[in-house]
Protein backbone atom coordinates (compact mmCIF):
# COMPACT_ATOMS: atom_id res chain seq x y z
CA UNK A 1 0.00 0.00 0.00
CA UNK A 2 2.82 2.48 -0.06
CA UNK A 3 3.97 2.20 -3.70
CA UNK A 4 5.43 6.11 -4.08
CA UNK A 5 7.86 4.77 -0.85
CA UNK A 6 8.51 1.49 -3.13
CA UNK A 7 9.52 3.06 -5.89
CA UNK A 8 11.51 5.99 -4.68
CA UNK A 9 13.77 3.22 -2.30
CA UNK A 10 13.94 0.89 -5.85
CA UNK A 11 15.08 3.58 -8.22
CA UNK A 12 17.87 4.57 -4.94
CA UNK A 13 19.28 1.40 -5.66
CA UNK A 14 19.43 0.98 -8.91
CA UNK A 15 20.65 4.77 -8.97
CA UNK A 16 23.53 3.38 -6.29
CA UNK A 17 24.26 -0.01 -8.28
CA UNK A 18 24.93 1.94 -11.32
CA UNK A 19 26.88 4.60 -9.88
CA UNK A 20 29.14 2.13 -7.74
CA UNK A 21 29.08 -1.07 -10.35
CA UNK A 22 28.09 0.71 -13.86
CA UNK A 23 24.56 0.17 -15.71
CA UNK A 24 25.56 -3.16 -17.30
CA UNK A 25 26.57 -4.74 -14.34
CA UNK A 26 24.68 -8.31 -13.32
CA UNK A 27 23.61 -6.36 -10.16
CA UNK A 28 22.87 -3.10 -11.78
CA UNK A 29 20.73 -4.94 -14.13
CA UNK A 30 18.78 -6.73 -11.30
CA UNK A 31 18.39 -3.59 -9.69
CA UNK A 32 16.64 -2.15 -13.14
CA UNK A 33 14.02 -5.38 -12.94
CA UNK A 34 13.32 -4.47 -9.45
CA UNK A 35 12.65 -0.94 -10.25
CA UNK A 36 10.29 -1.31 -13.26
CA UNK A 37 8.44 -3.95 -11.75
CA UNK A 38 7.17 -1.30 -8.94
CA UNK A 39 6.68 0.68 -11.44
CA UNK A 40 4.27 -1.96 -13.37
CA UNK A 41 2.92 -2.43 -9.59
CA UNK A 42 1.98 0.90 -9.43
CA UNK A 43 0.44 1.22 -12.46
CA UNK A 44 2.98 2.85 -14.23
CA UNK A 45 4.05 0.69 -17.24
CA UNK A 46 4.60 3.02 -19.27
CA UNK A 47 7.68 4.13 -17.51
CA UNK A 48 8.42 0.28 -16.80
CA UNK A 49 8.73 -0.24 -20.50
CA UNK A 50 11.89 1.67 -21.75
CA UNK A 51 13.83 0.84 -18.51
CA UNK A 52 13.58 -2.81 -19.45
CA UNK A 53 14.14 -2.20 -22.90
CA UNK A 54 17.46 -1.04 -21.79
CA UNK A 55 18.17 -3.25 -19.75
CA UNK A 56 17.34 -6.59 -21.74
CA UNK A 57 19.84 -5.17 -24.16
CA UNK A 58 22.55 -4.79 -21.98
CA UNK A 59 21.22 -8.60 -20.49
CA UNK A 60 21.52 -9.83 -23.87
CA UNK A 61 24.92 -8.36 -24.43
CA UNK A 62 26.82 -9.31 -21.40
CA UNK A 63 24.72 -12.59 -20.01
CA UNK A 64 23.63 -14.05 -23.01
CA UNK A 65 19.97 -14.95 -23.86
CA UNK A 66 19.40 -17.88 -21.69
CA UNK A 67 20.57 -16.73 -18.45
CA UNK A 68 17.44 -16.31 -15.65
CA UNK A 69 18.32 -12.74 -15.79
CA UNK A 70 17.53 -12.20 -18.62
CA UNK A 71 14.77 -14.92 -18.86
CA UNK A 72 13.41 -11.97 -15.71
CA UNK A 73 13.91 -9.45 -17.74
CA UNK A 74 12.08 -10.75 -21.31
CA UNK A 75 8.90 -11.94 -18.78
CA UNK A 76 8.94 -8.61 -17.05
CA UNK A 77 8.70 -6.74 -20.43
CA UNK A 78 5.98 -8.98 -21.28
CA UNK A 79 4.13 -8.04 -18.40
CA UNK A 80 4.76 -4.35 -18.78
CA UNK A 81 3.69 -4.80 -22.73
CA UNK A 82 0.13 -6.61 -21.73
CA UNK A 83 -0.29 -3.54 -19.39
CA UNK A 84 -0.15 -1.33 -22.11
CA UNK A 85 -2.11 -3.05 -24.23
CA UNK A 86 0.07 -4.54 -26.56
CA UNK A 87 -0.82 -7.63 -26.49
CA UNK A 88 1.49 -9.09 -29.64
CA UNK A 89 4.23 -7.84 -28.00
CA UNK A 90 3.79 -9.02 -25.05
CA UNK A 91 2.97 -13.01 -26.63
CA UNK A 92 5.64 -12.56 -28.26
CA UNK A 93 8.36 -12.24 -24.89
CA UNK A 94 6.27 -14.55 -23.12
CA UNK A 95 6.53 -17.28 -26.30
CA UNK A 96 10.18 -16.47 -26.57
CA UNK A 97 10.85 -16.89 -22.97
CA UNK A 98 8.93 -20.16 -22.79
CA UNK A 99 10.99 -21.68 -25.60
CA UNK A 100 14.55 -20.32 -24.13
CA UNK A 101 13.62 -21.89 -21.03
CA UNK A 102 12.59 -24.93 -22.02
CA UNK A 103 15.68 -25.34 -24.13
CA UNK A 104 17.82 -24.03 -20.78
CA UNK A 105 16.42 -25.62 -18.15
CA UNK A 106 14.02 -28.71 -19.36
CA UNK A 107 10.29 -28.18 -19.06
CA UNK A 108 9.95 -29.35 -15.55
CA UNK A 109 11.85 -26.73 -14.13
CA UNK A 110 10.52 -24.17 -12.06
CA UNK A 111 11.04 -21.19 -14.41
CA UNK A 112 10.01 -23.34 -17.27
CA UNK A 113 6.63 -23.50 -15.10
CA UNK A 114 6.40 -20.12 -14.15
CA UNK A 115 6.64 -19.28 -18.26
CA UNK A 116 3.76 -21.91 -19.13
CA UNK A 117 1.68 -20.58 -16.72
CA UNK A 118 2.31 -17.01 -17.64
CA UNK A 119 1.82 -17.74 -21.84
CA UNK A 120 -1.91 -19.57 -20.61
CA UNK A 121 -3.22 -16.80 -18.26
CA UNK A 122 -2.78 -14.67 -21.38
CA UNK A 123 -4.08 -16.99 -24.41
CA UNK A 124 -6.87 -17.52 -21.41
CA UNK A 125 -7.61 -14.33 -20.73
CA UNK A 126 -7.78 -13.86 -24.12
CA UNK A 127 -10.18 -16.68 -24.81
CA UNK A 128 -12.84 -15.42 -22.12
CA UNK A 129 -13.33 -12.18 -24.00
CA UNK A 130 -16.89 -12.16 -25.81
CA UNK A 131 -16.21 -12.11 -28.98
CA UNK A 132 -16.23 -14.98 -30.46
CA UNK A 133 -13.67 -15.70 -33.53
CA UNK A 134 -11.13 -18.41 -34.45
CA UNK A 135 -8.39 -16.73 -33.06
CA UNK A 136 -10.25 -16.79 -29.35
CA UNK A 137 -10.89 -20.55 -29.78
CA UNK A 138 -7.28 -21.07 -31.07
CA UNK A 139 -6.34 -19.32 -28.10
CA UNK A 140 -8.25 -21.52 -25.67
CA UNK A 141 -7.65 -24.43 -27.09
CA UNK A 142 -3.52 -23.58 -26.49
CA UNK A 143 -4.55 -22.58 -23.01
CA UNK A 144 -5.92 -25.84 -22.02
CA UNK A 145 -2.92 -27.53 -22.94
CA UNK A 146 -0.55 -25.56 -21.46
CA UNK A 147 -2.57 -25.83 -18.19
CA UNK A 148 -2.73 -29.57 -18.57
CA UNK A 149 1.18 -29.56 -18.96
CA UNK A 150 1.49 -27.19 -15.99
CA UNK A 151 -0.53 -29.71 -13.75
CA UNK A 152 1.01 -32.85 -14.99
CA UNK A 153 4.45 -31.41 -14.30
CA UNK A 154 3.50 -32.38 -10.87
CA UNK A 155 2.96 -35.30 -11.01
CA UNK A 156 1.09 -37.68 -8.63
CA UNK A 157 1.30 -34.18 -6.54
CA UNK A 158 -0.55 -32.37 -9.40
CA UNK A 159 -2.49 -29.63 -7.69
CA UNK A 160 -0.40 -29.62 -4.91
CA UNK A 161 2.78 -29.11 -6.37
CA UNK A 162 1.96 -26.69 -8.86
CA UNK A 163 -0.67 -24.63 -7.02
CA UNK A 164 -4.35 -24.24 -7.48
CA UNK A 165 -4.36 -21.29 -9.85
CA UNK A 166 -3.73 -23.41 -12.81
CA UNK A 167 -6.46 -26.51 -11.80
CA UNK A 168 -9.03 -23.19 -11.28
CA UNK A 169 -7.96 -21.68 -15.13
CA UNK A 170 -8.00 -24.85 -16.43
CA UNK A 171 -11.30 -25.71 -14.74
CA UNK A 172 -13.17 -22.97 -16.02
CA UNK A 173 -12.11 -23.20 -19.29
CA UNK A 174 -13.24 -26.62 -19.85
CA UNK A 175 -16.60 -25.55 -18.08
CA UNK A 176 -16.67 -22.42 -20.34
CA UNK A 177 -16.20 -24.53 -23.54
CA UNK A 178 -19.21 -27.45 -22.28
CA UNK A 179 -21.04 -24.40 -22.40
CA UNK A 180 -20.11 -22.88 -25.57
CA UNK A 181 -20.61 -26.15 -27.35
CA UNK A 182 -24.16 -27.37 -25.72
CA UNK A 183 -27.19 -26.95 -27.75
CA UNK A 184 -28.72 -23.38 -27.25
CA UNK A 185 -30.97 -23.64 -24.54
CA UNK A 186 -30.17 -26.62 -22.18
CA UNK A 187 -28.76 -25.09 -19.61
CA UNK A 188 -32.05 -22.99 -19.28
CA UNK A 189 -34.07 -25.45 -17.75
CA UNK A 190 -32.25 -28.15 -15.72
CA UNK A 191 -33.78 -31.23 -16.42
CA UNK A 192 -33.34 -35.27 -15.24
CA UNK A 193 -30.15 -36.30 -15.16
CA UNK A 194 -29.43 -39.06 -18.46
CA UNK A 195 -26.01 -41.12 -18.17
CA UNK A 196 -24.77 -38.32 -20.21
CA UNK A 197 -25.85 -35.72 -17.83
CA UNK A 198 -28.58 -33.21 -19.30
CA UNK A 199 -26.03 -32.23 -21.72
CA UNK A 200 -26.66 -34.97 -24.22
CA UNK A 201 -23.16 -34.38 -25.42
CA UNK A 202 -20.91 -37.09 -24.40
CA UNK A 203 -18.02 -34.81 -25.39
CA UNK A 204 -19.41 -31.59 -23.48
CA UNK A 205 -19.93 -34.04 -20.57
CA UNK A 206 -16.53 -35.13 -20.29
CA UNK A 207 -15.76 -31.52 -20.24
CA UNK A 208 -17.85 -30.79 -17.44
CA UNK A 209 -16.62 -33.91 -15.20
CA UNK A 210 -12.68 -32.86 -15.92
CA UNK A 211 -13.87 -29.09 -14.84
CA UNK A 212 -15.87 -30.36 -11.53
CA UNK A 213 -12.41 -33.07 -10.93
CA UNK A 214 -10.62 -29.78 -11.24
CA UNK A 215 -12.23 -27.43 -9.15
CA UNK A 216 -12.81 -30.09 -6.54
CA UNK A 217 -8.85 -30.58 -6.59
CA UNK A 218 -8.64 -26.88 -6.25
CA UNK A 219 -11.44 -26.45 -3.54
CA UNK A 220 -9.37 -29.18 -0.82
CA UNK A 221 -5.80 -27.05 -2.25
CA UNK A 222 -7.08 -23.99 -0.90
CA UNK A 223 -8.80 -25.58 1.98
CA UNK A 224 -5.90 -26.99 3.47
CA UNK A 225 -3.53 -24.44 2.55
CA UNK A 226 -6.45 -21.85 4.28
CA UNK A 227 -9.22 -23.36 6.02
CA UNK A 228 -12.66 -23.45 4.86
CA UNK A 229 -13.51 -20.09 5.30
CA UNK A 230 -11.55 -17.70 3.16
CA UNK A 231 -12.67 -15.93 0.15
CA UNK A 232 -10.04 -18.57 -2.48
CA UNK A 233 -12.26 -20.97 -1.71
CA UNK A 234 -15.43 -19.36 -3.19
CA UNK A 235 -14.43 -19.48 -6.83
CA UNK A 236 -13.60 -23.53 -6.53
CA UNK A 237 -16.49 -23.94 -4.78
CA UNK A 238 -18.94 -21.86 -6.73
CA UNK A 239 -17.18 -23.47 -9.80
CA UNK A 240 -18.07 -27.18 -8.69
CA UNK A 241 -21.50 -26.30 -8.23
CA UNK A 242 -21.59 -24.88 -11.25
CA UNK A 243 -20.20 -28.01 -13.29
CA UNK A 244 -22.02 -30.70 -10.89
CA UNK A 245 -25.64 -28.85 -11.74
CA UNK A 246 -24.47 -28.83 -15.59
CA UNK A 247 -23.97 -32.24 -15.57
CA UNK A 248 -27.61 -32.81 -13.84
CA UNK A 249 -26.19 -34.14 -10.55
CA UNK A 250 -28.67 -31.86 -8.28
CA UNK A 251 -28.69 -34.03 -5.19
CA UNK A 252 -24.05 -32.99 -5.11
CA UNK A 253 -24.65 -29.63 -6.53
CA UNK A 254 -27.23 -28.34 -4.33
CA UNK A 255 -25.66 -28.81 -0.90
CA UNK A 256 -22.43 -27.10 -2.37
CA UNK A 257 -24.57 -24.15 -3.80
CA UNK A 258 -25.81 -23.55 -0.43
CA UNK A 259 -22.05 -23.19 1.01
CA UNK A 260 -21.05 -21.39 -2.09
CA UNK A 261 -24.25 -18.90 -1.03
CA UNK A 262 -23.93 -18.25 2.31
CA UNK A 263 -19.84 -18.31 2.50
CA UNK A 264 -20.26 -15.45 -0.37
CA UNK A 265 -22.68 -13.41 2.04
CA UNK A 266 -20.43 -14.13 4.90
CA UNK A 267 -17.31 -12.32 3.36
CA UNK A 268 -18.37 -10.47 0.98
CA UNK A 269 -21.76 -9.04 1.68
CA UNK A 270 -25.48 -9.64 0.46
CA UNK A 271 -25.04 -6.86 -2.51
CA UNK A 272 -21.72 -8.15 -3.93
CA UNK A 273 -21.97 -9.46 -7.75
CA UNK A 274 -20.67 -13.29 -6.53
CA UNK A 275 -23.10 -12.98 -3.84
CA UNK A 276 -25.58 -12.39 -6.49
CA UNK A 277 -24.92 -14.73 -8.75
CA UNK A 278 -24.60 -17.50 -5.96
CA UNK A 279 -28.30 -16.99 -4.84
CA UNK A 280 -29.07 -17.51 -8.42
CA UNK A 281 -27.22 -20.74 -8.39
CA UNK A 282 -28.51 -21.87 -4.91
CA UNK A 283 -32.25 -21.34 -6.65
CA UNK A 284 -31.47 -22.98 -9.60
CA UNK A 285 -29.72 -26.08 -8.27
CA UNK A 286 -32.97 -26.13 -5.46
CA UNK A 287 -35.55 -26.57 -8.64
CA UNK A 288 -33.32 -28.42 -10.49
CA UNK A 289 -33.59 -31.13 -7.53
CA UNK A 290 -37.19 -30.85 -7.27
CA UNK A 291 -37.86 -31.82 -10.53
CA UNK A 292 -35.37 -34.53 -10.31
CA UNK A 293 -37.56 -35.82 -7.80
CA UNK A 294 -40.93 -37.31 -8.19
CA UNK A 295 -41.62 -37.89 -4.32
CA UNK A 296 -41.99 -34.08 -2.75
CA UNK A 297 -40.40 -36.22 0.36
CA UNK A 298 -36.94 -37.11 -0.93
CA UNK A 299 -35.57 -33.36 -1.27
CA UNK A 300 -34.47 -33.04 2.23
CA UNK A 301 -33.03 -29.35 1.72
CA UNK A 302 -35.93 -27.20 1.57
CA UNK A 303 -35.29 -26.22 5.03
CA UNK A 304 -31.47 -26.13 4.21
CA UNK A 305 -32.34 -23.41 1.35
CA UNK A 306 -35.10 -21.21 3.40
CA UNK A 307 -32.90 -20.74 5.61
CA UNK A 308 -29.38 -19.82 4.11
CA UNK A 309 -32.06 -17.18 2.00
CA UNK A 310 -33.83 -15.38 4.89
CA UNK A 311 -32.49 -11.86 4.68
CA UNK A 312 -30.86 -12.28 1.65
CA UNK A 313 -33.65 -10.17 -0.29
CA UNK A 314 -37.34 -10.23 0.21
CA UNK A 315 -39.24 -13.28 -0.68
CA UNK A 316 -41.93 -11.08 -2.72
CA UNK A 317 -38.84 -9.84 -4.80
CA UNK A 318 -37.79 -13.16 -5.04
CA UNK A 319 -41.35 -14.24 -6.49
CA UNK A 320 -41.23 -11.62 -8.70
CA UNK A 321 -38.00 -12.11 -10.29
Not at 182 to 191: I, L
Not at 209 to 217: G, R
Not at 266 to 288: D, F, K, N
Request: aromatic share 2%.
Amino acid sequence: GKSDEAQQLAAECLSTARDTLGAAHPDALAFAVNYAQVLVASGDADAAAPLLEKALAAARSTLGSAHSLTLTMISSLATARHAQGREAEAEALMREDLATSRKAFGSSHPDTLTSIFNLAVLLDERAQRRVPSSCSSSAAAEAVHLLREHLNAGGNSGVAHCGASSAMRLSALLYAQARQASPPGRHASPSVPTGEGHTGAPAVSAMLEESAQLALSALQARRAANGSGCTGTIPPLSLLAHALHELGRSDEAAPLAVENFKLSRELLGSTHPQTVAAMGLLLQTRAAKVSAHTDAAAVTDDATVTDALEGALPFAWLSGH
